[in-house]
């Protein structure tokens, strides 16, 4: 079953641009965490957001959690062509039943137009 | 460190073939698992251990076995290969025991079945 959904499914800017996708997700979660795709490549962790956190920035990177909404965002500024990747956040439930079952959504696919 | 490894990259089988697909990993991690990736799916999880000689089922199980004997391997068996299972396999691994923290990915093993 989903847990986090990403929105939108696909964005598509210009390179200096910035980027912004969202994650929502259905239950209490003790942190959210967000990777990037490259095409043909494994996933790699950008980001990894506590529950008692509301924002954290790594780079040109902004996630932003608001666990009343259940929901993340994750921007990513001045964007550049090496950029161009799908965006997955992961929500592993809070500790107990299922606790390690770490759903990841169906993530947004990112391009840069240089 | 080489991190999660996965043997082959790529690999044809035929209906009722079985294989192995390799991971290993030289962190020292006692999380492993294995997803597969389907177009407009997301990851699945198939099977996860939180250590040597203990292993579960994730979402996606049939059709897959897999044992931890050593805390750096953990491979996946296909028993009898289907079309069905024709997709992009990752392995990967973290800290701990449950999926609280940050996912280390491999490069993944595209499987095609014929």
């Known amino acids: 079953s989903q847990q986090g959904e990403e929105d939108p499914q696909a964005l598509s800017i210009q390179e200096g641009e910035n980027a912004t996708m969202n994650c929502s997700y259905k239950t209490s979660i003790n942190n959210l965490q967000w990777y990037r795709q490259n095409s043909g490549r494994g996933l790699v962790h950008l980001i990894l957001?506590?529950?008692?956190?509301r924002e954290k920035h790594s780079g040109r990177l902004r996630v932003t959690l608001d666990t009343s909404k259940k929901s993340s965002s994750l921007l990513i500024t001045a964007s550049r062509a090496a950029d161009t990747a799908s965006y997955f956040c992961?929500?592993?439930?809070?500790?107990?039943?299922?606790?390690?079952?770490?759903?990841f959504g169906k993530g947004t696919k990112l391009s840069v137009i240089p | 460190n080489a991190g999660v490894t996965q043997t082959p990259k790529f690999q044809v089988l035929k209906t009722g073939q079985s294989m192995t697909l390799q991971c290993a990993q030289d962190m020292n991690h006692e999380y492993m698992s294995w997803y597969r990736q389907d177009p407009g799916m997301g990851l699945r999880l198939i099977h996860y251990s939180v250590g040597a000689g203990i292993t579960d089922q994730g979402e996606v199980p049939n059709g897959y076995n897999v044992s931890r004997s050593t805390t750096e391997d953990f491979p996946l068996r296909l028993l009898s290969a289907a079309p069905s299972q024709t997709s992009v396999y990752f392995c990967?691994?973290?800290?701990?025991?449950?999926?609280?923290?940050?996912?280390?990915f491999g490069p993944g093993t595209r499987l095609l079945v014929l």
């Open positions: 990967a691994s973290s800290y701990g025991q449950t999926f609280q923290e940050t996912q280390y």
């Open positions: 957001i506590r529950s008692n956190e």
């Open positions: 992961a929500t592993p439930p809070y500790s107990g039943a299922g606790s390690y079952q770490l759903t």
